[in-house]
Each structure stands twice: as C-alpha cells, then as structure tokens.
C-alpha cells in the first residue's frame, strides 16, 4: 500500500507561485498520483491526476519525475481563495481503486 | 449539473442514540462512498458501493455502523448506538467507476456532534 508523505503546513502571498511536494515511494506500476482540494466545512474537490511527466489544466500543473517516487503540485499565481488543505493520493489500482487520504497539506495564502 | 446532495448538515446527539445520514449521488454515477473526517484529518473510507454492492467495508465498524444503497441509488449510513468518538463529519462521494482513474464528486456533508 503506497503511503504519502507531505508537508503539514505552507504560506505563501498572493501572486506567487506554490510549489506542493509529495513523496511516495513505494509507488506500484499501476499506481496514479491524484490530488484534491479541501475548503473548510465542504467536501474535498478533484484537482488533478497524473501517470508520469507533466500534465497541466486551468487549474494547475502535476510534474512527476521518471522514477515516479515524488509528485510535485503547482499552483500558478495564487489568490487569497486558494486558502484550503491540499491531498496528495496515489490510488490502489488494483483494489477496487479505494482512495487514501493523508492528512493534507495546509496552504495559507496572505495578501 | 446537480451535485451530491446530503442531509442532514448537521445533528446533534447523545451518546448511545442513534442516527441516520442520507446521500443522493450525481445521476448516473454508479460508485458511492462513504467518508468520515475526523477535525484535523483526512477522509476516511468507510464503506464503497458498486451499484448496489459492497466492494468494500474494511473499515466500517460493523458493530454499530451500518449502510445500505438500495436500488443503486441513494444511501443511507447509520450509527446505532453511538460513541463520542463518532463526532466527525460524515462525507458521501460519488463516481462514474469504481476506480481511482474516475473522479469523485463529494457532498457538502454532515457534521455529526455526540455529546
């Protein structure tokens, strides 16, 4: 079972960019990286997701190194509204796909 | 597009009472989970329903937890009878598939007090 390891807790300023990285080291073949976003009193929101190399949308950028035993989230230009918790998941593929979630990254954006 | 709807947001109770949670999945989605998070935690898994099957209740406390989708739609998640410990909010998500390439939708949730 791949186990995520992430930092607790991050500050940035407004129209930076954030940079979240996640270990997993024991990473399966068929294993993919996936992270979702949490705001206080809702339910988490599907970031990104992604196998190797890069993958970007309008939200943000998943770089994954070859060996894929870290993942790193990129957040371009950050606002105030990016305040939240960010997870880092590698699923088990091969077991009905059940999701574990660590305990997140805290993200604290200032003006 | 509707969301996961859930209800109630939030109960109150004392220990030993029971209580029931309800979840509406997206339509069409055949996939629903069941969370808990503990403050301060990540979700965790409780229960996984395909259609109208359990794929997975590892960690459900099966002595006093219980959840049932009939008709492959709707669910309920029922705590009888309950502990302190159980004060958390209680998350149902949603997908298409029941793997981790499919996205899950989650609910706004209930938050769950026992006193």
């Known amino acids: 079972l791949a186990k995520t390891t992430q930092p607790i807790s991050m500050d940035s300023y407004e129209g930076q960019e954030v940079n979240i990285t996640c270990s997993h080291n024991n990473i399966a073949t068929n294993d993919y990286i996936t992270w979702y976003q949490q705001f206080p009193s809702q339910g988490p929101r599907f970031i990104i997701q992604g196998y190797k190399t890069k993958v970007t949308n309008e939200v943000a950028s998943l770089f994954i190194p070859a060996d894929r035993k870290s993942s790193t989230l990129s957040l371009p230009r950050v606002s105030l509204s990016d305040t939240a918790v960010y997870y880092c998941l590698v699923g088990v593929g091969n077991q009905g796909g059940k999701l574990i979630f660590g305990q997140g990254t805290e993200l604290s954006v200032k003006p | 597009e509707a969301g996961v709807a859930q209800s109630p947001r939030y109960k109150i109770i004392e220990k030993r009472q029971s209580v029931a949670f309800w979840c509406n999945p997206i339509?069409?989605?055949?996939?629903l989970y069941w969370y808990q998070q503990i403050l301060g935690q990540g979700p965790k898994l409780l229960i996984q329903?395909?259609?109208?099957?359990?794929?997975?209740d590892s960690q459900l406390p099966k002595d006093r937890f219980s959840a049932e989708r009939l008709k492959g739609v709707d669910s309920t998640l029922k705590i009888q009878p309950a502990k302190l410990e159980d004060s958390a909010v209680y998350l149902c998500?949603?997908?298409?598939?029941?793997?981790?390439?499919?996205?899950?939708?989650f609910g706004p949730g209930t938050r769950l007090t026992v006193t």
């Open positions: 339509s069409g989605h055949a996939t």
């Open positions: 998500a949603s997908s298409l598939g029941g793997g981790e390439r499919y996205e899950q939708y």
């Open positions: 329903f395909q259609n109208n099957g359990v794929v997975d």
